[in-house]
């Protein structure tokens, strides 16, 4: 976010900015969505609803399920939240505690930690590179000394767009139960990924908990819905939490969210497009001299190896909005192992902005 600031504050200064940092949908919400909530508020839908969400959404996320993976999920299991951000309070408040501890890759979504740090648990980093596809290894949790932890992951993942298969997801689980754990998923990117269909963990187990919204796949951002699915055992735990830390998620937008399943035109024109986005920025940046990791599986993102220029990942980022007008992440947003020689490129942006941005960097890095 830093680098975000200063590029707007260069931007109020007249600079044009290529904004390559943002992992946010450059797309306005769907019409038929939007249209959904305008309904909803014309009739007056504007009361608290259920503090577990609406049933007709839980039944239609549960319907969604079972079209899409062949997945059977009862609507009791399921719980529509405050964005995701609200399903990882709930889990991070009900599971973790001083002596129960989350771990985490490294890279890996930064906010994670926050929701660790929050709950006044250990907070265990597992280190993930090109050379383990940016996977946490099942022997990986055998060395750790947390007693039943949460074991929170990303798939398909942010940074590196990678996407755990079947067999990792299940090796995962059983090292995970080994340490009388429980193993989150979050599975936000599910709806962005490009070419063979990702597995979603509730294949593997029913006492694997799943994350999931609206934000991404749907273009939501702004209305801050999201849902999880837990095991039958946690949904009391989890639903008490929710009724006294936010009631219920916001009304209008979880109406909203009813159409969300039916926009599929819209979804699948969304997700060509950062498809043709990913195959055009992926071997641009290699011919520029960026080393890469194999092509992004999903969401819209791709993690840079900067080494080749020597220097800091977090001064390459400030020396690139400055000198070469461009937006990237540092490494350091999303860990500490190898933070340093690498960054992030997000291709959620129209993709002549994304040539004008790489235009810009090859010019700037032939200097260095």
Not at 105 to 112: A, E, I
Not at 124 to 149: C, D, H, T, W, Y
């Amino acid at each position: 976010m830093e680098i975000l600031e200063q590029a707007q504050i260069l931007e109020r200064k007249g600079e044009d900015i290529v904004h390559m940092e943002i992992g946010e949908p450059d797309f306005a919400t769907p019409w038929s969505i939007r249209e959904a909530a305008i309904k909803a508020i014309r009739e007056g839908k504007t009361f608290y609803t259920h503090s577990l969400g609406l049933l007709d959404l839980r039944e239609r996320i549960s319907q969604f399920y079972l079209d899409t993976r062949g997945i059977d999920v009862s609507p009791e299991r399921i719980i529509v939240t405050n964005g995701t951000s609200g399903a990882f309070f709930l889990l991070s408040a009900v599971l973790l505690d001083g002596k129960k501890g989350l771990i985490v890759s490294d890279p890996g979504y930064p906010c994670y930690r926050n929701f660790g740090v929050l709950a006044d648990a250990p907070v265990v980093s597992l280190p993930v590179s090109r050379e383990s596809e940016f996977e946490i290894a099942p022997e990986q949790l055998g060395e750790i000394r947390v007693k039943n932890p949460m074991l929170m992951i990303c798939s398909p993942s942010n940074p590196t767009g990678t996407v755990y298969g079947k067999p990792a997801l299940e090796g995962l689980y059983q090292a995970v139960t080994h340490k009388q754990g429980i193993m989150a998923v979050d599975e936000i990117y599910s709806g962005l990924s490009y070419g063979d269909d990702y597995p979603s963990a509730l294949s593997v187990s029913d006492e694997i908990v799943v994350i999931d919204g609206f934000s991404k796949t749907y273009a939501m951002t702004g209305w801050r819905l999201g849902w999880t699915v837990v095991p039958d055992k946690l949904v009391r735990s989890l639903q008490t939490v929710a009724q006294h830390v936010f009631i219920s998620a916001p009304t209008v937008a979880q109406y909203a969210a009813l159409a969300a399943f039916d926009a599929v035109d819209d979804i699948n024109e969304m997700r060509k497009t950062y498809e043709v986005r990913r195959d055009f920025l992926f071997p641009r940046l290699k011919e520029i001299g960026f080393e890469l990791p194999a092509r992004p599986a999903a969401a819209f993102y791709v993690y840079a190896n900067i080494e080749k220029w020597g220097i800091d990942s977090m001064e390459f980022v400030e020396r690139a909005l400055a000198e070469a007008k461009v937006a990237i992440t540092p490494g350091y947003d999303f860990g500490s192992y190898n933070a340093g020689s690498h960054v992030r490129f997000s291709y959620a942006t129209a993709v002549e902005r994304l040539a004008e941005g790489c235009r810009r960097l090859e010019k700037w890095t032939n200097s260095l």
